[in-house]
């Protein structure tokens, strides 16, 4: 079945550690996003990439990392510069339409920082 | 990039209709609107899009304002799998990203 794939669902880790949440595709999608979810909030926008090898940083960038170095695959790593990292995060993707395509969501990995 | 503003939260009895609004007051001639949903502990999903005709889908309709200024996304019959946060979003250029607000909480009563 086509979709987007994050892992691990859930995770745990110590303040400090870098954490790598993994997002893949196999939409063939151009375009790929990192959202940021708080308890009874929206979404907030991290980066966004719109083709392979590149990426731009979206609303609330600063102690994150990405790379797009494959179609498929648009990795987020939350840095121990993320003074607050603990949050729903969402991955999504869509066809490079402009401003009709629709976003494809993964199901999110939970992070939690001890 | 422009905004929209929604009712933090609606309720509705099962099986009634639902009719959501949004103001988006900035909208440019080229932004789309866009309406997400978002059930608990899940990823959004996409419900339906228009740029000014009014537009119909299995999922709901959206009626878009003659000046673009505000849209009603409209849910014809209520059931209990409807209550979720919606999201009503602009996109356009030149980066077409999607930005969620807050949104608005719908809950369906039996």
């Known amino acids: 079945d086509g979709g987007i794939t994050q892992s691990p669902k859930y995770l745990f880790r110590k303040e400090g550690q870098n954490v790598t949440l993994s997002c893949e595709q196999n939409?063939?999608?151009?375009?790929m996003y990192w959202y940021r979810q708080d308890p009874g909030q929206g979404l907030r926008l991290i980066y966004y990439?719109?083709?392979?090898?590149?990426?731009q940083k979206g609303d609330i960038a600063e102690g994150y990392s990405v790379s797009r170095e494959k179609k498929e695959s648009f990795p987020l790593t939350v840095t121990s510069a993320q003074k607050n990292p603990t949050a729903f995060y969402l991955c999504?993707?869509?066809?490079?339409?402009?401003?009709?395509?629709?976003?494809?969501f993964g199901e999110g990995s939970r992070l939690t920082v001890l | 990039d422009a905004k929209t503003t929604q009712p933090n939260s609606m309720e509705s009895n099962e099986e009634e209709p639902v009719h959501l609004p949004c103001n988006h007051s900035?909208?440019?001639?080229?932004?789309?609107i866009h309406w997400y949903r978002q059930l608990p502990s899940q990823g959004p999903e996409y419900v339906i899009h228009?740029?000014?005709s009014n537009v119909n889908n299995r999922m709901a309709s959206l009626a878009i304002a003659e000046d673009r200024k505000s849209s009603t996304l409209i849910l014809h019959r209520a059931t209990l799998r409807d209550a979720a946060v919606y999201y009503c979003i602009l996109r356009g250029p030149p980066d077409y990203k999607l930005s969620f607000g807050a949104g608005t909480t719908v809950t369906v009563r039996a």
């Open positions: 990439s719109q083709i392979v090898n590149d990426f």
């Open positions: 939409l063939n999608h151009d375009a």
């Open positions: 900035t909208i440019s001639g080229t932004d789309y």
């Open positions: 999504a993707s869509s066809t490079q339409r402009g401003n009709t395509g629709e976003l494809f």
């Open positions: 228009g740029l000014t």
